[in-house]
Nanobody, 127 residues
Framework: QVQLVESGGGLVQAGGSLRLSCAAS????????MGWFRQAPGKEREFVAA????????YYGTFVKGRFTISRDNANNTVYLQMNSLKPEDSAVYYC????????????????????WGQGTQVTVSS
């Protein structure tokens, strides 16, 4: 059974940093696209970042503007999201997800392309 468990969320002041982790189990993820999404109350789920399997290319939502970095450790089936220069509008529940078919749509942030999702971790940025 595939499981994704996010951690690293919390409360941080504006301008601060957080590093989210997503530990995956239940299959070999080294060939999968891994992604991060977020959802704030009353808003639609939003693409944050994705990373490919073969060459670790990364793609980001337009709002990121160089503040976030996605990375992966295939040996430990873990994907990370380093978030710097956080703003109050970054407050949301952050979810990691896996696309087991390495689709371009997943890399470009289409959430329906992802097969498995974690439960999410709350990030709150105070002003």
């Amino acid at each position: 059974q595939v499981q994704l468990v996010e951690s690293g969320g919390g409360l941080v002041q504006a301008g601060g940093s957080l590093r989210l982790s997503c530990a995956a189990s239940g299959r070999t993820f080294s060939t999968d696209v891994m992604g991060w999404f977020r959802q704030a109350p009353g808003k639609e789920r939003e693409f944050v970042a994705a990373i490919t399997s073969s060459d670790n290319r990364s793609y980001y939502g337009t709002f990121v503007k160089g503040r976030f970095t996605i990375s992966r450790d295939n040996a430990n089936n873990t994907v990370y999201l380093q978030m710097n220069s956080l703003k109050p509008e970054d407050s949301a529940v952050y979810y990691c997800a896996v696309d087991t078919n390495s689709r371009w749509s997943a890399i470009l942030g289409v959430d329906s392309a992802y097969d498995y999702w974690g439960q999410g971790t709350q990030v709150t940025v105070s002003s």
